[in-house]
């Protein structure tokens, strides 16, 4: 259906533009916008404090489960990933054609769940079985959650509201370790509970106790304004009204939002090399620094929490306000500042990478991974927002759930790829710094030279869109 506006599903509105831009458009109030704004935020907070508390739980299900380092990687990574590929883009597809709240409800409801039911598991195989959905839940949240924003936030504002939701990662990542450290040694001590036939370790109920606060927000969610959808451009690609089913499940399973990127490969493909290696590396330190720090300098859950949940804390904070600076200073001379940001923020981030494991001390070593976390944020957000800058407005939610897959799926990889190369080629358990050297010397710069391929397509494209208004 080129040239005309998407079809508005039941109880989505859709609002046209008025002389092919944005002159016309009614933006809801601040006050939905920023409510709306908040329990994504706190949304994205429960996802990335799993994450941190289940790398602070990694020495404890290594040794109670009897797991090898690959075996212990593949149950951070690509059990939570196994079937994403069935459903994760489909359902990044109902954030384009429902009212987003309601996707956004649902998957915080099903995170909840799946963490949960790995505090009741008896085995590997069950952990890994209540781990494969874990991904499914999430794969719909970043979608919708960007593109509510989208149309919930004027463009000169939008920037301002993905540094805004950064604080659920930043929250997550500080939080996770302080809390986590300190759960995990609290629990530490208790014995086995015996529940209905089930025997759950102290460590499991942790993940247990996560299914309240998903259950909250998710009612939340239910408060939220839908705002209207910004109807496509004339000459965008748009997916299909009508025909057969073969072709509307071809949509649905994001045909249409493939077409979109593949028309622009020198402006997408860069991005999306890019943001997959570094996920590798990211995900890959992230879940492997508590066994690094307790294999390495000794340290306990509890030590580590609290100088992680600090230097997290510092680094993500001067990441927003540096980054946020920075992008802004680069905008004004350059029309690819957010990717041009991105690949010196890259840059950084590879070098305290490398040199994070080879610290003398264990002080020296997380202060060089603050460095890299306030690179990491300060790269994150015009990261996010150039891929949303440049999106067709009737495919967004799909084409970022596919620029995301790249993201969740390489980054899942990344804790199995460090136990790979742990068990396969350094061999030794106490030296984990040569997996963590050897990941980040590989991977990194691979992903800075992509950013900086990606510069000028897309600075060309942006000049294009604003030619046209857009």
């Not at 009614?26 to 508390?53: E, G, M, N």
């Not at 748009?238 to 509307?248: D, I, N, V």
């Not at 991105?342 to 060089?368: C, K, Q």
């Not at 976390?373 to 949303?388: D, E, S």
Request: aromatic content about 12%; some cysteine.
């Amino acid at each position: 259906m080129a040239g005309g506006a998407i079809p508005a599903a039941p109880g989505v509105e859709v609002v046209e533009p008025l002389g092919g831009d944005l002159a016309g458009r009614v933006w809801p109030s601040s006050r939905a916008a920023y409510w709306a704004l908040l329990v994504i935020v706190l949304a994205t907070f429960l996802t990335f404090f799993d994450q941190v508390v289940f790398g602070m739980l990694a020495q404890r299900i290594k040794h109670d489960f009897g797991l090898t380092d690959s075996q212990l990687g593949f149950l951070a990574g690509p059990a939570s990933i196994i079937c994403y590929f069935f459903v994760g883009i489909p359902l990044a597809r109902l954030a384009d054609i429902v009212p987003r709240k309601y996707v956004l409800a649902g998957g915080v409801t099903i995170i909840g769940t799946v963490i949960a039911l790995g505090g009741i598991a008896q085995t590997f195989v069950q952990f890994v079985g209540s781990r494969v959905f874990l991904a499914a839940g999430g794969s719909a949240h970043a979608p919708s959650s960007y593109s509510l924003l989208a149309d919930a936030f004027p463009p000169k504002k939008l920037t301002r509201a993905f540094a805004l939701l950064q604080f659920g990662f930043i929250g997550g990542t500080t939080l996770g370790p302080w809390i986590g450290g300190m759960l995990v040694m609290m629990t530490a001590t208790w014995a086995p509970s015996h529940v209905m036939g089930l025997r759950v370790l102290g460590w499991q109920w942790i993940m247990i106790w996560m299914l309240l606060p998903a259950l909250l927000v998710a009612l939340l969610f239910l408060t939220v304004k839908e705002p209207a959808r910004l109807a496509p451009a004339a000459d965008a690609l748009q997916p299909p009204a009508a025909g057969s089913l073969g072709r509307r499940m071809a949509t649905f399973m994001g045909w249409d939002a493939f077409k979109a990127i593949n028309a622009k490969p020198k402006v997408y493909y860069p991005l999306f090399g890019a943001l997959a290696l570094s996920a590798l590396d990211v995900f890959g330190l992230q879940f492997w620094r508590t066994p690094f720090m307790i294999r390495t300098y000794g340290w306990n859950e509890a030590q580590i929490g609290k100088a992680l949940g600090l230097v997290v804390l510092v680094g993500s904070l001067a990441g927003l306000a540096i980054g946020g600076v920075f992008v802004e200073w680069l905008a004004k001379r350059h029309k690819d500042a957010n990717v041009r940001a991105s690949a010196i923020w890259f840059g950084v981030v590879t070098v305290t990478s490398i040199l994070s494991p080879l610290m003398p001390t264990p002080e020296a070593s997380i202060g060089m991974m603050g460095i890299g976390v306030m690179a990491g944020m300060a790269g994150a957000v015009p990261q996010n927002a150039a891929v949303q800058r440049v999106a067709p407005n009737a495919m967004r939610g799909q084409v970022t759930a596919m620029y995301l897959f790249m993201f969740t799926f390489f980054g899942a990889l990344g804790s199995w790829f460090v136990g790979l190369i742990q068990d396969n080629v350094v061999g030794d358990e106490a030296q984990l710094w040569k997996s963590l050297v050897i990941t980040a010397g590989t991977l990194l710069p691979l992903a800075t030279l992509l950013m900086i391929r990606a510069m000028k397509p897309y600075r060309e494209e942006v000049t294009r869109l604003e030619a046209e208004g857009r």
